[in-house]
């Protein structure tokens, strides 16, 4: 998944200029030019605006000592789209519209909920396993020696020159 994540990476800037190129050619450089100005203003008004009301929630929030209103997740979506809406190019933008639009976040982040709790479902019995695995042949509580060290004996020391 990684590796497919860099890929798209590194091959979205060549899809971009594609895309660029074909819009070009059907509606004009000027309106291409055009278009994209209108969605990178259109993507600073975003992040400016989302900014602004997290701060002021956040500074509601601490006043009146509750919790801030509104998901985090809603804010974080409203500022990666703005961040989207802002590079230049189509994909970036409908990728940034489909972030920022009200009607798509609920799903989004419906989706995004049912993938963390299975990530954490999987986690925890990694975790489980783990324990599971460790409590069964591990070393025996308590201090061990270190290889070539012998065996270890608990005590109290008494130093005869200090204790007259």
Do not use: C, H, Y
């Not at 509606?27 to 002021?56: K, N, Q």
């Not at 489980?128 to 070539?148: I, N, Y």
């Amino acid at each position: 998944m990684p590796l497919l994540a860099v890929i798209a990476l590194m091959a979205l800037p060549f899809l971009e200029v594609w895309v660029m190129i074909l819009a070009a050619g059907q509606i004009g450089v000027a309106w291409t030019i055009a278009l994209l100005f209108a969605l990178s203003a259109s993507g600073v008004f975003v992040v400016r605006r989302a900014g602004t009301r997290a701060v002021r929630d956040a500074q509601a929030a601490m006043s009146t000592g509750t919790p801030p209103r509104g998901s985090l997740l809603d804010m974080l979506m409203l500022f990666v789209g703005g961040i989207l809406l802002i590079t230049p190019g189509f994909i970036t933008a409908v990728l940034g519209l489909v972030l920022v639009l009200p009607f798509t976040r609920p799903a989004l982040r419906w989706a995004f909920e049912a993938w963390a709790r299975r990530r954490i479902r999987r986690m925890e019995a990694n975790v489980q396993v783990d324990l599971a695995a460790s409590r069964a042949g591990g070393p025996a509580p308590g201090p061990q020696p270190r290889p070539g060290q012998g065996k270890i004996i608990q005590g109290s020391f008494v130093d005869p020159e200090t204790d007259s």
